[in-house]
């Protein structure tokens, strides 16, 4: 009987918890867990067997001797749990029947068998309460190497919209190309967003850090006159910019299970090509025609801030698949603004 009093390591779940979810949150299971208190000394050992079992080993500490107290193998798919505990010589069965914010509750599939039921709260990823039926358990994460600082290489697409909010008849353009006065507007057209990622973080902290290096096309829609008291400029069509971006972007994280994350930094064009895509006429000889019917004159590297926000679906095996969304707002001369929304993933560096 004593032996169920211990029986607890264990979950990681966040209000709206799904079945579909529970390979990430048993993959954040692996490792070490000691009991709390003096009077005591237990530990437990979470491992992987596959992708739908994760295994379990609970041990006494006993005037020097290490004890087996019972051993736990926990089945899951994406729509059901089952727990099957061996201890005092016999198994028992459990249906995992609730999860809500951080707690989960598991039920004897046997009647009046006990305990009768199993309850696990895990607070900031490192604390564990354990009840069964009436009585508690406290449980300590053991600082371990996995949950020290490390690195995760990962990619992210996505499709943005993009304006640039005046830049074109801003005094940016206009002096670059000599010109007194303009007057025009930009159209939001969509683009497209590739990089590459390398994130900096530990399971058990609440801020990483992630740096970019990507590829991001935009179109932008353009219909305007620029013109001094020598000649005018008609431009009607669209530009198209393929930038090479870096960024440096802090990440909080807005739950212990690393699950939602708050990203907001720096970032800035490296490179970049500009297109004008549609029709431009100068009316007068003797402006620089040449020069106002090259794009790479209007448009000036990208620079600016971001923020958006992460989302951890389903873990399939190595991959963590994320679902993003950015707000781009240049602070230099170009003045884009941009929203861009995609799929990304992570793989562990090791």
């Not at 529970?22 to 709390?36: I, N, P, Q, R, V």
């Not at 013109?227 to 431009?235: D, L, P």
Request: charged content about 20%; some cysteine.
């Amino acid at each position: 009987m004593k032996h169920y009093l211990v029986i607890a390591l264990f979950f990681n779940f966040s209000p709206g918890t799904s079945f579909a979810q529970l390979s990430s949150w048993f993959h954040d299971l692996k490792g070490c867990w000691l009991e709390d208190g003096r009077k005591t000394a237990s530990f437990t050992l979470w491992e992987l067997a596959d992708d739908q079992t994760i295994q379990n080993s609970t041990y006494s500490l006993l005037c020097g001797d290490t004890i087996l107290l019972y051993t736990q193998t926990v089945h899951f798919s994406e729509k059901q749990a089952t727990l099957d505990l061996y201890a005092d010589g016999k198994t028992q069965y459990f249906q995992l029947v609730s999860s809500h914010t951080n707690t989960l509750i598991w039920k004897n599939m046997t009647s009046n068998a006990l305990p009768l039921e199993l309850r696990w709260t895990l607070t900031y990823g490192k604390y564990l309460r354990m009840s069964t039926d009436n009585q508690e358990k406290e449980f300590t994460k053991a600082k371990q190497k996995d949950q020290s600082l490390h690195w995760t290489f990962g990619a992210a697409l996505g499709g943005n919209i993009s304006n640039y909010a005046h830049a074109i008849t801003s005094n940016h353009f206009l002096t670059r190309n000599n010109i007194a006065l303009g007057e025009g507007q930009t159209g939001m057209l969509g683009g497209l967003d590739f990089s590459f990622q390398f994130n900096l973080h530990s399971p058990v902290r609440r801020a990483g850090l992630s740096a970019e290096l990507g590829l991001i096309q935009r179109n932008i829609g353009i219909k305007g006159s620029f013109f001094s008291k020598q000649a005018v400029n008609n431009r009607e069509g669209y530009y198209r910019t393929n930038n090479l971006c870096a960024a440096l972007i802090p990440t909080f994280y807005l739950d212990k299970h690393h699950r939602l994350a708050l990203q907001t930094g720096f970032y800035g064009a490296l490179l970049h090509r500009v297109q004008f895509i549609g029709r431009s006429s100068t009316s007068a000889k003797d402006l620089n025609e040449k020069a106002l019917h090259n794009p790479e004159n209007d448009i000036d590297l990208e620079r600016g801030v971001l923020v958006g926000f992460r989302y951890k679906m389903i873990q399939t095996g190595m991959l963590k698949p994320q679902l993003f969304m950015r707000y781009y707002h240049g602070i230099n001369s170009t003045h884009v603004r941009a929203f861009t929304l995609g799929l990304a993933t992570d793989f562990q560096i090791r």
